[in-house]
């Protein structure tokens, strides 16, 4: 995974909540089989109006989301995640993210920052009347910093420290392949096994 | 003090624990499909490792098979591809899998609980947010994403950030007529699409209890439309009676260590959940949607709400959005909305009693001129049980298509799909934008009445048949 510590660029306002990951990348799209080439798909619908905020000229180049409560509900797809990076975005502000998507997003390194939605609202305020305002998001100092806002945030240690080193999650769960067989040792029999039944090892 | 199922459920399968670090938690079993596991494979290719349990995964094609003509080539190039994948990343590392044409082949959450494999106090997870339906058996079951999915190829576990409790607490007889899918809207309107998250709900109560396991897993399977993490409902004998005698639960002496343990996950009497919402269920009724989130519904029998009278200006505002995309009108009757497209199918109402539920509706009746209904078996052995009982005649004769079992209209990714500005009435889970096909329009109902809305052309209720010949009206009682 690509560290992420701390990235300053413009922001996209999405004054819209409950945007949910059907919204980020249409099913068909989910198709492919890479983790790459998902750029036109991202919020595909919407972009076919002239108007919908990514299709404005200004937001060209910007890499901080800053969207409604309750981002990226529904389908469990890693590919909205993929889709977002695909495209550029290093970051994506919410008060509120679905659970699915905050844990996809951290894995790829791409930063979900929780933030009030009082703060939202004055990142929303500042890039529609500055689309050139530049927003900092600093894993390191946990903060997000911008013109006239500075916000605190809060993501816990341990997958902070995963972000900001790179750390592959497999590796680091792998030096603990000792404990992971001592439990697989004093699993009951009764559990279930998907071997097919009177198939001989 | 006590712990809930939850925890309890949680607690026997921490591999490690320590202060700063997610808990490492053991899987029991990982379902795959063909749509989340590619990219997984690539993952375990790339770095050399393996499938560490194979025993303890499952592999099934199921979003973007067809349901026509399943005996030909898939037309659609990019899903061929997709399946072949599948295939060949099953055969290259071992892992059984049941492909489009094998009899144990259907959506994946439908499978794992016919097998047997779905088991009280048991981890499981797939690369699906549906993953919540196996809940229904008292497991800890949730979806996961693509990097989770070849984590627990690669480990058999997951590093899994603690969980709050809620409880969902649903007292009372279900009134005649309403059903788990009615229940389930009602609980996520009521709490919102995010008013589960971070949280594992525990359904509990005695109308929880009377529920049947089919129904149960319809109120599981949609806990993630409340943005929870899980859904769960304690193991009784309803679950021990299901699950005796499947192919994969246990038997002999394993059976009674295995129902010994089941016994022991109850929540305790003195455990305390940081969440509880009371539901009566006498106050319950058929239930549908009006919006493009699973949270925007309401009583058949209410009226699509006006935006204004939503307090909150982002709910005003997604419901402006929302009448605007489903193209209704505030204060219109939701009795008088009337659909082209019927669909019965799916990992939230795809199985035998879906099948049954819709099929007594239909019986001795025609579905209105215009509208199409497919009818599609959540499992090639569910379709092989309706065909048993005649069900497929029943849909045939009432003019509904009876297609192969799979994913269906349920999400885009195949064949049935909605044109844009159709309207259907979807005993699925979503009714996001676009879901069913680019312009669709989706109302999510249960099976009874979906399959009353076919006849009558507009959103209703089997009640609303009453006077009209059916063959239940008419059929004289079989003499024993």
Known sequence: MEAFTTHTGRAVPLRRGNVDTDQIIPAHWLKKVTRDGFEDGLFEAWRKDPEFVLNRPERAGASVLVAGPDFGTGSSREHAVWALQNYGFRAVVSSRFADIFRGNSLKNGLLTVVLPQETVEALWRLTETDPAAEVTVDLVGRQVRAEGITADFALDENARWRLLEGLDDIGLTLRHADDITAYEARRPSFKPSTTPLGAQF | ?480
């Open chain 2, 1 to 480: 003090m006590g712990r809930t199922l939850a925890e309890k459920v949680w607690d026997d399968h921490v591999v490690t624990r320590a202060e700063g670090e997610p808990d490492l938690l053991f899987i029991d079993l990982h379902l795959l499909h063909e749509v989340t596991s590619p990219q997984a494979f690539d993952g375990l290719r790339k770095a050399g490792r393996a499938v560490r349990r194979l025993d303890l995964t499952i592999a099934t094609e199921d979003h973007n098979t067809p349901t026509l003509d399943i005996d030909k080539p898939i037309a659609d190039p990019v899903s061929r591809t997709q399946l072949e994948t599948l295939r060949r990343n099953c055969a290259e590392f071992g892992v059984r899998l049941h492909p489009l044409g094998d009899v144990e082949q259907g959506v994946v959450h439908v499978v794992g609980p016919q097998l047997g494999l779905t088991q009280p106090g048991t981890t499981v997870v797939c690369g699906d947010s549906h993953t919540s339906t196996h809940g229904a058996f008292g497991a800890l079951a949730f979806g996961i994403g693509t990097s989770q999915v070849e984590h627990v190829l690669a480990t058999q576990t997951l590093p899994l950030a603690p969980f709050r409790t809620m409880a969902v607490t649903v007292e009372g007889e279900l009134p005649e007529g309403v059903t788990a899918k009615d229940l389930i809207l009602a609980v996520i309107a009521r709490i919102g699409t995010g008013g589960g998250q971070g949280y594992v709900i525990e359904y509990r109560g005695s109308a929880i209890e009377k529920l049947s396991m089919e129904a149960r897993m319809t109120v599981c399977n949609m806990s993630i439309e409340a943005g929870a993490r899980a859904g769960m409902i304690a193991p009784d004998e309803t679950t021990f009676a299901y699950l005796k005698g499947r192919p994969h639960a246990p038997a002999g002496d394993d059976w009674d260590a295995a129902v010994a343990y089941w016994r022991t996950l109850r929540t305790d009497d003195d455990a305390v959940f940081d969440h509880e919402v009371v539901i009566d269920a006498a106050g319950l009724s058929p239930f549908v949607t009006w919006g493009t989130n699973p949270g925007q519904g309401a009583p058949l029998s209410a009226a699509v709400p006006d935006p204004a009278s939503y307090s909150d200006p982002s709910d005003r505002f997604a419901a402006e959005k929302a009448l605007e995309y489903m193209g209704l009108t505030a204060g219109q009757a939701l009795r008088d909305v009337t659909v082209d497209t019927v669909f019965v199918g799916s990992c939230t109402n795809g199985r035998i009693e879906d099948l049954r539920a819709a099929a007594a509706v239909l019986d001795g009746r025609r579905i209105a001129d215009g509208v199409r209904m497919l009818v599609v078996p959540g499992s090639v052995r569910v379709g092989l049980q309706a065909v048993e009982e005649g069900l497929d005649k029943v849909f045939t004769a009432a003019g509904a298509e009876w297609r192969h079992a799979g994913c269906s209209m349920c999400l885009g990714m195949n064949p049935d799909q909605l044109a844009p500005g159709e309207r259907c009435a979807s005993t699925s889970n979503r009714n996001f934008e676009g879901r069913q096909g680019k312009g669709g329009r989706t109302h999510l109902v249960s099976p009874q009445v979906a399959a009353a809305t076919a006849v009558l052309g507009h959103l209703a209720s089997p009640a609303d048949l009453a006077g009209r010949t059916g063959a239940s009206d008419v059929r004289t009682p079989v003499e024993a």
